[in-house]
């Protein structure tokens, strides 16, 4: 069932003050142990792009662990759905409100949907090879907005100091039990919510960080794992040297001894002229 959406009384300009200098971003992602013993390649994947300044585009996408190409559909999804969002935010304007991100997000779900379709089709194999989860996030000065099928979360912190899941991993009658987008009615399962207010940051993960950073079973974020990273992104000026330094946060033995699954884990900080660190 889709999520409920906040709607702001007016629109929102997108343009960014000039002082601001958009998002400060930092993704990266881990082959987990167990495709490691096995000789499979890391199965997540994840897209992030910068339409414009003061817009941010997210995509994570959790290849199945059943299926055979795995990482391709993974792979298709988040650049396709990626694509279709930014394509989506163009057409719109600089204006954009609740219901209008609502509707590109869902609009970018069924083009990640469509393009893995048409791999399977060229390929002559069922959909579900390709299966994968998927997260879309749209961040603005004023919103973000995420729709997500499958597991994973999104995490949003704000100027207020407070920090909370904006998408959640659904619940399940069994472990690893999930949806994927290649699932029977998955867009009409999927999440979706738009959230107005000043963020602070934002973070997309696919399901191999639930087990670290989310609080079970409300699966609300666990503040003090996100807010130093948060922190950390928004003091790094060096995108490359950010994500060098998450790629060995996610290799770190505490990350390794919760979970044996590929990993994939994007942050980013407004950066703006607020001073003030996010409080852990």
Same mark, same amino acid.
């Given at each position: #069932?889709?999520?409920?959406?906040?709607?702001?009384?007016?629109?929102?300009?997108? !343009?960014?003050? *000039?002082?601001?200098?958009? @998002?400060?971003?930092?993704? $990266?992602?881990?082959?987990?142990?167990?495709?490691?013993?096995?000789?499979?390649?890391?199965?997540?994947?994840?897209?992030?792009?910068?339409?414009?300044?003061?817009?941010?585009?997210?995509?994570?996408?959790?290849?199945?662990?059943?299926?055979?190409?795995?990482?391709?559909?993974?792979?298709?999804?988040?650049?396709?759905?990626?694509?279709?969002?930014?394509?989506?935010?163009?057409? *719109?304007?600089?204006?954009?409100?609740?219901?209008?991100?609502?509707?590109?997000?869902?609009?970018?779900? &069924?083009?990640?949907?469509?393009?893995?379709?048409?791999?399977?089709?060229?390929?002559?194999?069922?959909?579900?090879?390709?299966?994968?989860?998927?997260?879309?996030?749209?961040?603005?000065?004023?919103?973000?907005? $995420? *729709?997500?099928?499958?597991?994973?979360?999104?995490?949003?912190?704000?100027? *207020?100091?407070?920090?909370?899941?904006?998408?959640?991993?659904?619940? &399940?009658?069994?472990?690893?039990?999930?949806?994927?987008?290649?699932?029977?009615?998955?867009?009409?399962?999927?999440?979706?919510?738009? @959230?107005?207010?000043?963020?602070?940051?934002? &973070?997309?993960? !696919?399901?191999?960080?639930?087990?670290?950073?989310?609080? @079970?079973? $409300?699966?609300?974020?666990?503040?003090?794992?996100?807010?130093?990273?948060?922190?950390?992104?928004?003091?790094?000026?060096?995108? $490359?040297?950010?994500?060098?330094?998450?790629?060995?946060?996610?290799?770190?033995?505490?990350?390794?001894?919760?979970?044996?699954?590929?990993?994939?884990?994007?942050?980013? &900080?407004? #950066?703006?002229?607020?001073?003030?660190?996010?409080?852990?």
């Amino acid at each position: #069932m889709n999520g409920a959406v906040l709607e702001h009384p007016e629109n929102v300009d997108t !343009s960014p003050p *000039a002082n601001e200098l958009g @998002w400060q971003v930092a993704a $990266a992602r881990k082959r987990g142990s167990l495709h490691e013993a096995i000789g499979r390649n890391c199965e997540d994947a994840h897209c992030v792009v910068q339409p414009a300044p003061g817009v941010l585009v997210i995509g994570v996408a959790d290849g199945a662990g059943s299926a055979e190409f795995a990482e391709l559909g993974a792979n298709i999804a988040v650049e396709n759905g990626v694509a279709q969002a930014c394509d989506g935010l163009r057409q *719109a304007g600089g204006a954009l409100d609740a219901p209008t991100l609502q509707r590109i997000l869902e609009e970018a779900m &069924a083009a990640a949907l469509s393009a893995v379709q048409t791999e399977a089709t060229t390929r002559g194999v069922d959909c579900q090879e390709l299966a994968s989860t998927m997260i879309l996030v749209i961040a603005l000065r004023e919103f973000i907005a $995420a *729709a997500q099928i499958g597991d994973g979360a999104t995490v949003v912190a704000d100027q *207020a100091n407070g920090i909370f899941s904006l998408t959640k991993p659904p619940p &399940a009658e069994y472990l690893n039990e999930t949806v994927f987008l290649t699932s029977r009615d998955a867009l009409q399962r999927k999440q979706v919510r738009v @959230w107005c207010g000043r963020a602070y940051g934002v &973070a997309a993960f !696919s399901d191999g960080l639930q087990m670290l950073c989310l609080k @079970w079973p $409300a699966f609300e974020p666990h503040a003090p794992f996100f807010a130093p990273l948060l922190n950390f992104i928004r003091n790094t000026t060096d995108e $490359a040297a950010g994500a060098s330094e998450l790629t060995s946060f996610l290799h770190s033995e505490r990350v390794g001894k919760l979970t044996d699954d590929d990993v994939t884990l994007v942050l980013a &900080a407004l #950066m703006n002229d607020f001073e003030e660190d996010f409080e852990d």
